[in-house]
Every structure is written in structure tokens, then in C-alpha cells.
């Protein structure tokens, strides 16, 4: 498992063992760190993101996706941020300006919220058969994601 793990796996490790890596996007989002996936987000005025645990390949972020979660990140409690840095404008703007600003900081509290709940939820599908790695086809836990964060009390973000 590699979780918040920011080297890239060699070939000698990858084809010997099976890893899952943490991708802070749905499996068809955007690659990179998390702080270049929100980024990219905000630069397409995307209305939802998520959670990827992918099998480790030499495809950085691409390797066959194992489970996913889906997750809002333009509602009505911030509509006001994304009408403070429309898409447009987030374009023109170098990460570490997007990464300044409430939105960015809203997103990513969103995604935080949901990762230690989805990786709990992943190990359960595999440890109780219900998710083979990899699978025919990628396991969404998005209810069982919100079930557990609406289990754990007022999201803080």
C-alpha cells in the first residue's frame, strides 16, 4: 500500500509484488500530486472529484484502478469561493497561487476528509473477498466513504 508515498516504485519492485497507490482523483481525473490535481480541478471548473486506489505500474496514476470514491466540490456552501476564482482566471495563475486560496483550501479539506474512510473501506472490500486486485472492474465505495464520514459526526470542511 502506498499511501501519501512520493517516490515513484521501480519495475524490479512493481513486478515482483502488487502495491496499491492513493490517487487523490477519479480514475479518469487528473495525474499528479495532490496539490496539481485540485489545481487542474479548479482550472476546469470541475463539480466533483475523488478518491483512486490503483494497482502500481511504470503508468504513474494510471495503473488498473482497484476502487474509487466520488465526492461534490462545487455545492452550495462554495459557490462563493468558485465565484471569487472563476476557472478562467484560476488558468492564468501559477499553482502556488491557486494554492493560496479558499478554494483550493476547501477542495482539499473535501479530499482529506475522505481518505483515511476509503482506504479503511478498500482493505475491508479486499479482506472480506469482495474486491479482487485487480478487479474486472473498479469497485465504487462512495456510500460506504459517506456513511463512514456521516458516522464520524460534522465534516469539517
Do not use: K
Request: hydrophobic fraction near 50%.
Amino acid at each position: 500500500m502506498m499511501f501519501g508515498y512520493m517516490l515513484i516504485a521501480t519495475e524490479a519492485l512493481y513486478g515482483r509484488y502488487t502495491f496499491l497507490n492513493d490517487h487523490p482523483a477519479l480514475p479518469d481525473g487528473p495525474v499528479g500530486t495532490y496539490q496539481e490535481v485540485i489545481a487542474e480541478l479548479i482550472r476546469a471548473g470541475a463539480r466533483e472529484s475523488g478518491c483512486m486506489m490503483n494497482v502500481v505500474t511504470g503508468d504513474v496514476d494510471r495503473g488498473p484502478a482497484v476502487s474509487f470514491c466520488r465526492y461534490g466540490i462545487r455545492d452550495a456552501a462554495n459557490e462563493a469561493l468558485w465565484a471569487a476564482l472563476p476557472p478562467a482566471e484560476a488558468a492564468a495563475m501559477h499553482l502556488d497561487a491557486i494554492m493560496a486560496t479558499p478554494l483550493y483550501a476547501d477542495i482539499r479539506a473535501r479530499g482529506v476528509a475522505r481518505e483515511r474512510p476509503f482506504l479503511v473501506e478498500t482493505l475491508r472490500a479486499v479482506a472480506e473477498g469482495r474486491l479482487a486486485v485487480p478487479p474486472p472492474a473498479p469497485l465504487d465505495l462512495t456510500e460506504a466513504v459517506e456513511a463512514a464520514l456521516a458516522a464520524a459526526g460534522p465534516a469539517v470542511y
